[in-house]
């Protein structure tokens, strides 16, 4: 029998584009040679990592893929009617997704530049409220003792992550994660304010340091890393400036993972301080490639074409990822953070 390898998910957020995550969890649970000890997520990343906590203590992978496939499913149907990237009949034809040049998203994007969600939302109506109330019952997730979950959010006035664990659990909880303060009134908790998790964790790494058993962590990036191009018209400056700041948490996180890599293969700590620092293994499902062909406009459609399309996406990057990265978990990073920061 093929012994069973544990590992830590640490999920982004990216809006839509979330779904390519989902298709990368989809594959993952079909294989019985992986083992889940805990996960973090951050917006997007969050409602993924809440529906594979639950969907996992229903019964293990199958429910968890049922239960993810569920989330997604009702995001389209409750979020569709809200969807201000609706695709035209041309674009349908012709399998385009890219809509950031049609007269809804600019008139979307316009207006929610010029007034806030206390102006134009004052009931503070979100509908993945009723997402969450319908798929995930919180109070029997709370009581879940075999996956450890990390949502991070932001507080809006020290500009601090937050960590919710498994028994903070809740709507208000994912909804905080992921709020994007110009959609959506900042998230009330235990007189806290909260935004989206993904300006200052995104995903939260450093609770696996301490708080899991398992010393290899899967991030499934949905964020692109790197560019080829220097972007040149506003809808891309502004997507690029989105994806630079929503990384920049994770980059920061892993340098400070890279030092300690520097600490123990050089030898510059003292015996008897060896012990005191976890040589964490990072791998990367990276899903730059995948969404190249993707604006941020693509980011608010929840089109049931598209988000399947994403998951397909997902579920090949994930096939590709098993192949060249399975032998490495339990033994050794493969990813070589060194190189990432030496090339900065």
Request: proline share 4%.
């Amino acid at each position: 029998m093929t012994k069973r390898k544990k590992i830590n998910f640490a999920l982004q957020g990216g809006g839509a584009h979330g779904a390519i995550t989902w298709g990368v969890l989809d594959r993952l649970l079909e294989d019985d040679r992986i083992d889940i000890d805990s996960i973090s997520g951050a917006s997007a990343g969050a409602v993924n990592a809440v529906a594979l906590a639950y969907g996992l203590h229903l019964g293990g992978a199958v429910p968890a893929r049922a239960k993810l496939e569920e989330v997604w499913r009702t995001i389209s149907e409750v979020g569709w009617i809200f969807n201000p990237v609706k695709r035209s009949p041309l674009d349908m034809i012709l399998g385009r997704f890219n809509v950031e040049n049609s007269i809804g998203y600019k008139i979307f994007d316009a207006f929610t530049r010029i007034y806030s969600p206390y102006q134009f939302n004052p009931l503070n109506f979100n509908p993945l409220k009723e997402v969450l109330n319908r798929c995930i019952n919180f109070e029997e997730l709370r009581k879940c003792d075999r996956y450890k979950l990390f949502l991070s959010a932001t507080n809006v006035k020290t500009g601090k992550v937050h960590i919710f664990r498994t028994s903070d659990a809740s709507v208000d909880v994912v909804c905080a994660s992921t709020c994007l303060p110009f959609l959506y009134q900042a998230v009330k908790i235990d007189g806290k304010y909260y935004w989206d998790g993904g300006y200052m964790g995104n995903p939260p790494l450093f609770p696996f340091f301490y708080e899991s058993e398992s010393r290899d962590i899967v991030i499934v990036h949905v964020n692109p890393l790197n560019r080829s191009d220097v972007p040149s018209t506003a809808p891309e400056i502004f997507n690029r400036i989105n994806e630079i700041s929503f990384n920049s948490s994770l980059l920061r996180e892993l340098r400070a993972i890279a030092f300690v890599h520097k600490l123990l293969d050089e030898n510059w700590l003292k015996d008897e301080h060896r012990d005191r620092l976890r040589n964490i293994h990072i791998h990367s499902v990276r899903s730059d490639e995948a969404l190249l062909d993707l604006s941020i406009a693509s980011k608010f459609n929840v089109e049931w074409a598209f988000l399947q399309e994403l998951k397909e996406r997902g579920r090949k990057i994930a096939d590709s990822w098993i192949e060249k990265t399975y032998k490495d978990i339990g033994e050794r990073s493969s990813v070589d953070l060194r190189a990432m920061f030496d090339s900065a």
